[in-house]
């Protein structure tokens, strides 16, 4: 079985521009997250789908971020404009069940100049 | 406010000698408490999940126990691959999927 799989690995932006994370999760877990970890902090939750609806975005910083999930496959994180606190790595996971173990995937690291 | 304390930050063990990991934690309402293991570069891998005191969950060398103000990650005679960060994690019954993670215990087996 495939795991949760997050893309690009790393990316290097500059202060005002935008960047576009995806995550793919592992196939058929309806539930979807984002969660990040700035420097020296634990990781956080940022927000929650169940299929293509989002159930909880308590954890969004402001509205230069903006998640979606087409379809209720695929998401995507998009930063726009970014600022340099935005920088940390930015973590997906699915479950198959609410409330259920979420599995992780491997991260992308942003880095804001 | 929730929270997770995760301790020590860092842990030197030599191979072989056993010791345990702390994870304490305030939440209104305990669900449930996940335990995690994440290598260098990578996510988080799940490990356990204890939902109630008294409640023990066994891996290879990893034991991990609930009581209702902590949990702990025991690991016995270790080997050198054991070395990652163990993060502890909770989940609230009113928001059950919201995670609220520890800043992690740093492991390091020397062989």
């Known amino acids: 079985e495939a795991g949760v799989t997050q893309f690009p690995s790393h990316s290097v932006i500059e202060k005002g521009q935008t960047v576009t994370l995806r995550c793919d999760p592992i196939?058929?877990?309806?539930?979807l997250y984002w969660y990040r970890r700035v420097m020296g902090k634990e990781i956080k939750f940022l927000l929650h789908?169940?299929?293509?609806?989002?159930?909880?975005e308590s954890g969004m910083p402001n509205n230069r971020f903006l998640a979606e999930r087409t379809g209720g496959t695929y998401s995507t994180l998009k930063v726009q404009p970014a600022e340099l606190e935005d920088s940390g790595v930015y973590f997906c996971?699915?479950?198959?069940?609410?409330?259920?173990?979420?599995?992780f995937g491997d991260g992308t690291r942003l880095s804001i100049l | 406010e929730d929270q997770v304390t995760q301790s020590p930050e860092a842990l030197r063990l030599q191979e072989g000698e056993s010791s345990s990991l702390n994870c304490s934690y305030t939440?209104?309402?305990?669900?449930?408490l996940f335990w995690y293991r994440q290598d260098p570069g990578k996510g988080p891998e799940f490990l356990f999940t204890l939902y109630s005191a008294g409640e023990e969950k066994e891996k290879e060398r990893l034991k991990a126990t609930l009581t209702k103000k902590e949990s702990f990650l025991h690991i016995t005679a270790p080997k050198p691959e054991d070395s990652a960060t163990y993060l502890c994690a909770v989940q609230a019954r009113r928001n059950f999927n919201k995670f609220y993670f520890g800043s992690g215990t740093k492991l390091n087996v020397k062989p």
């Open positions: 196939s058929g877990h309806d539930n």
């Open positions: 789908f169940v299929k293509e609806s989002k159930q909880d």
């Open positions: 939440v209104s309402g305990l669900r449930g």
């Open positions: 996971a699915s479950s198959q069940d609410q409330g259920g173990p979420q599995h």
